[in-house]
């Protein structure tokens, strides 16, 4: 059975309902941070369990791209048993392998991800694993915040979708009901986080 990801994600203060400023200049009633869900091993496990589950067959190698990818892509390469557990990071705008991260040919490879959005990491992920000569079997989220699921050329599997509502500023219904606008990662926003936080059991 699937974790109460929506739950898990509102008690941890990760999942933050309002009128907040995203950094595309658009404008949204959602805020999410998996992070802090994340940030819990017992749920970080949970979620890489939950995500492992949803994958048939077992990959030689999980990669995930950094930051945000890297403790669920451990935990799903462990539930998975597979043998290796890489991160990509971008190298003047390109995710690549550093650190002496290497796939071999027909290596079968699952793309693991915290949150889609707009699935340019997963799918940058994705053609590097090909240009290794991998084979990609899938691309696992604990969330997808898109209105359509990008294409892969792979499945795409979550625990939890969730799409993102957006606005342009001179059309924000928020906007016309006066609601004070809030910009993830300012003061204003890390104190509605701090609430959200001390109000959960």
Known sequence: MKPDVRRHLVDCGALLEGHFLLSSGLHSDRYLQ???????????????????????ERPDAVVSPAVGG??????????????????AERVEGLLTLRRGFRLMPDEKVVVVEDVITTGRSAGEIVALAKSWGA???????????????????????????????????????????????????????????????????
């Open 34 to 56: 998996a992070a802090l869900l994340l940030a819990d091993p017992r749920l970080a496990t949970s979620m890489g369990k939950s995500l492992a589950a949803l994958q048939e």
């Open 70 to 87: 890297i403790v669920i892509g451990q935990e799903v390469a462990r539930a998975l048993h597979a043998k290796k557990a890489f991160f």
């Open 135 to 201: 084979k990609p079997l899938a691309v696992l989220a604990v969330a997808v915040r898109s209105v359509k699921d990008p294409d892969f050329g792979v499945p795409l599997k979550t625990l939890l979708r969730l799409p993102l509502v957006t606005y342009k500023p001179q059309d924000c219904p928020l906007c016309r009901q006066g609601l004070p606008v809030v910009k993830p990662g300012s003061r204003e926003f890390r104190k509605m986080a701090g609430n959200a936080t001390k109000g959960t059991a």
